[in-house]
């Protein structure tokens, strides 16, 4: 038993390691040809802030394990919400720009609906399983599309001030080693983390939705929790409601498309609390976005974050 707990702490590590290295060489690759820094970030660090998420799904998606790539999505983002934000609002309150509150919470609130809309078969459908079908992960795959030419488009426009992303000097011979090994330490800690939190799940009488949602989903969100944290100690506060929101649609309309299109995902009776949570959560993200003085989380909010957060854990590992 400790030996499996080590592997999977392991996989975790080089999940993380594999995700950091990848962005920095991939950022640095990125700057030597000259493509301008905004779509750095929109593309590159956006992706790999989420690839160990992807990285997990993929791997999950080949073995079948559907309640762990759904439980990976849903536990993710639900974290992003309640955790993430909880932590940095207590840190400092959050203030939130326009577009991410007219768009960008909305839409990752739209992900969230979409998911309970596409997996609800036999209530919509009349249908004897509840699924969320290849068709479906192209629907979400073609939803990303928009998102993504969505942020390209506004990140042109010159009434927008988007934050800069700092890239690191690599010459293009050590940022393609380093993108090499980023990427074998994600594949090698993906499949440590599969393999293992499956074992693991079976030994303690734990079905893969509970891994998924607590152990699997949490430690993949550590790189979304860290730049949070630091974005926050720095002042740099839409940088981590920005980060979480567009890491919710990303986790949505990119993971679990993906993981959707390799093999259709099996949706069990109990991801629908998981799902009706995950909508919730937006839902009090935009409403919490009003409250007070002008668009922000307060810390109290924050609070109350943490707590549903808390509750929501212990209800998945006592019940």
Do not use: H
Request: glycine residues 10%; proline residues 3%; charged residues 10%.
């Amino acid at each position: 038993m400790i030996i499996i707990l080590l592997l999977l702490i392991t996989g975790l590590v080089l999940l993380i390691f594999g995700a950091d290295k990848l962005v920095d060489a991939a950022s640095g690759l990125a700057a030597n040809f000259g493509i301008p820094n905004i779509i750095i970030g929109l593309t590159v660090v956006a992706f790999g802030t989420s690839a160990p998420e992807l990285v997990v799904n993929i791997m999950a998606a080949f073995k079948g394990s559907s309640e762990m790539v759904l439980g990976n999505v849903l536990g993710s983002n639900i974290f992003n919400v309640l955790g993430i934000l909880g932590i940095s609002a207590l840190i400092y309150p959050l203030a939130v720009k326009t577009n991410t509150t007219w768009i960008e919470i909305p839409l990752s609130l739209l992900a969230a609906v979409s998911v309970w809309v596409l997996a609800g078969d036999r209530l919509l459908n009349s249908m004897d399983n509840d699924v969320v079908s290849r068709g479906d992960g192209l629907i979400l795959l073609l939803f990303f599309t928009v998102f993504l030419v969505y942020n390209i488009t506004i990140s042109r426009n010159p009434g927008q001030d988007p934050e800069s992303v700092e890239t690191k000097s690599y010459s293009t011979g050590k940022a393609l080693v380093w993108i090499i090994l980023g990427l074998t330490a994600l594949v090698i800690g993906g499949k440590l983390i599969v393999d293992n939190a499956v074992f693991l799940a079976r030994e303690f009488g734990w079905s893969e939705r509970v891994i998924g949602l607590t152990i699997v989903s949490i430690g993949t969100s550590l790189p979304e929790l860290a730049t949070s944290v630091a974005a926050v100690r720095k002042k740099k506060v839409d940088i981590a409601i920005g980060n979480v929101v567009g890491s919710n649609i990303f986790n949505v309309f990119f993971i679990l498309g993906l993981s959707a299109v390799i093999g259709p995902v099996t949706v069990g009776a109990g991801n629908f609390m998981d799902i009706l949570l995950n909508i919730v959560a937006g839902i009090l993200l935009f409403i919490f976005v009003f409250t007070g003085k002008g668009r922000r989380l307060e810390r109290w909010e924050g609070l109350f974050f943490l707590v549903i957060y808390v509750v929501y854990l212990g209800g998945l590992l006592l019940y």
